[in-house]
């Protein structure tokens, strides 16, 4: 239709979550139509990005110096908030409640996928247990097999420490209704109520 370029980079955009061929070919024609404004800005971000960005050596969240600014911050609380990815650190910074650290695993355990503990980042969370002093320890896994398989063998290796460890609370979410609710997401808030 437009050349290898133009087919390779609809098949790029394709590849991002939520956005399939018809949608990467719009946004595509989008750039394309808006070079100056649209395309060329764009592109100068992604290289910029891909040239700054790294994983925090500490944490594993994404940011432009290492250790991240998360990390480097000493008006953060001594706790640390697990999460499974980036994306899970940076919607709890959004809501702007917890004001601790945090250490992203990288992953959950998974026997389907093949994911062991030694494919997440758990052993640089047990180091940082024993290099500081912790008040405690946040699971916020997804409430998921996986992530309740990995909570659980969390808390197991986490007893040594001494410290609380805490998960999120599961159940009703906000304007919803009962009926509508799964049996497992039910029982979950009633023995979870407060």
């Given at each position: 239709?437009?050349?290898?370029?133009?087919?390779?980079?609809?098949?790029?955009?394709?590849?991002?979550?939520?956005?399939?061929?018809?949608?990467?070919?719009?946004?595509?024609?989008?750039?394309?139509?808006?070079?100056?404004?649209?395309?060329?800005?764009?592109?100068?971000?992604?290289?910029?990005?891909?040239?700054?960005?790294?994983?925090?050596?500490?944490?594993?969240?994404?940011?432009?110096?290492?250790?991240?600014?998360?990390?480097?911050?000493?008006?953060?609380?001594?706790?640390?908030?697990?999460?499974?990815?980036?994306?899970?650190?940076?919607?709890?910074?959004?809501?702007?409640?917890?004001?601790?650290?945090?250490?992203?695993?990288?992953?959950?355990?998974?026997?389907?996928?093949?994911r062991g503990?030694?494919?997440?980042?758990?052993?640089?969370?047990?180091?940082?247990?024993?290099?500081?002093?912790?008040?405690?320890?946040?699971?916020?896994?997804?409430?998921?097999?996986?992530?309740?398989?990995?909570?659980?063998?969390?808390?197991?290796?986490?007893?040594?420490?001494?410290?609380?460890?805490?998960?999120?609370?599961?159940?009703?979410?906000?304007?919803?209704?009962?009926?509508?609710?799964?049996?497992?997401?039910?029982?979950?808030?009633?023995r979870a109520?407060?």
């Amino acid at each position: 239709m437009g050349g290898p370029e133009l087919e390779t980079l609809i098949a790029q955009f394709a590849r991002l979550p939520g956005l399939g061929p018809r949608s990467a070919r719009r946004i595509v024609l989008k750039l394309l139509c808006e070079r100056e404004t649209k395309l060329l800005p764009l592109a100068e971000a992604l290289s910029r990005a891909a040239a700054a960005v790294r994983s925090c050596s500490v944490c594993g969240n994404l940011d432009t110096q290492d250790p991240c600014a998360i990390c480097t911050d000493t008006a953060r609380e001594r706790r640390i908030c697990v999460v499974e990815s980036v994306a899970d650190l940076w919607a709890l910074e959004r809501a702007r409640i917890y004001h601790g650290l945090y250490h992203v695993l990288g992953g959950t355990l998974s026997a389907i996928v093949g994911r062991g503990p030694d494919d997440l980042a758990i052993s640089p969370l047990l180091a940082r247990l024993e290099h500081g002093r912790w008040d405690e320890i946040i699971l916020a896994l997804p409430a998921t097999v996986d992530g309740a398989a990995t909570a659980h063998y969390l808390m197991e290796r986490l007893k040594p420490f001494g410290v609380a460890v805490s998960r999120l609370a599961q159940g009703v979410p906000m304007g919803g209704a009962l009926e509508v609710l799964d049996e497992g997401t039910l029982a979950t808030a009633l023995r979870a109520r407060s």
